[in-house]
């Protein structure tokens, strides 16, 4: 048998959406599906690693030898992530919430004719680019980069805001049928450059990366 490249570490990983509630029955969300970052969690564990899933709400089955940890909004994944450290790499795979409604209505709310209720927002946090600048900063950070326009000049900038090593930026355009897909197209920046991968499997995608941070990690 080969010898196993993240034997002895631990690898901490988000994925799928975020969900903020409105009110009791309400909440907004996003396409994300799960598939990649479960993929990842699922590939860091076939090359030995201890590996802590931080989900949001998905329809996908949790990948074999993995711990994972359900949340629903932002806030709980931010905690949830810290909670799990220290971790060697962290892969951010998750789509989070930008914004949460500023108030969670304690009653459902009710329809008034031709009045629509206002919806505030406040920003989340940015559990990347916390991560990434904090004094418990896994050696290897990645972060994901779903972008409909400018591709790779977003996710370049990504790279220094959010202090990670490795972004890998796809383009969720909708008719590239990323989100839910089980294909992805993806371009990998990090400080060496940008590396474009051919469209592949989720899961080849997800072996891939595993193998570039298990060779970063030395
Ligand atoms: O800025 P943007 O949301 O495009 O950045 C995407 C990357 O940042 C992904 O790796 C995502 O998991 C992470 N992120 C995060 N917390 C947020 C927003 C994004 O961890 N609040």
Redesign the pocket.
Known sequence: TQPKPLAGRHVLV?SGP?IEPIDPVRFITNRSSGKQGHAVAAAAARAGARVTLVSGPVSIPDPKGVDVVRVET?QE??AA?FAALPADVA????????WRPAEVAREKIKKAAGDPPPLAFV?????????GHDGRRPQVV??????TANVEA?AAR?LA??G?DY??ANDVSLQGGVFGGDRNSVRVLSAAGIDVWPTLAKDEVAERLIALIAERLG
């Open positions: 988000t975020t932002a994944m931010h992530v892969v951010m795979a998750a789509a989070v919430s930008d920003e989340n946090p940015d559990i990347l680019a916390t991560l990645v972060g994901f980069a779903a972008e977003n990504k805001a959010k990670a972004i890998v």
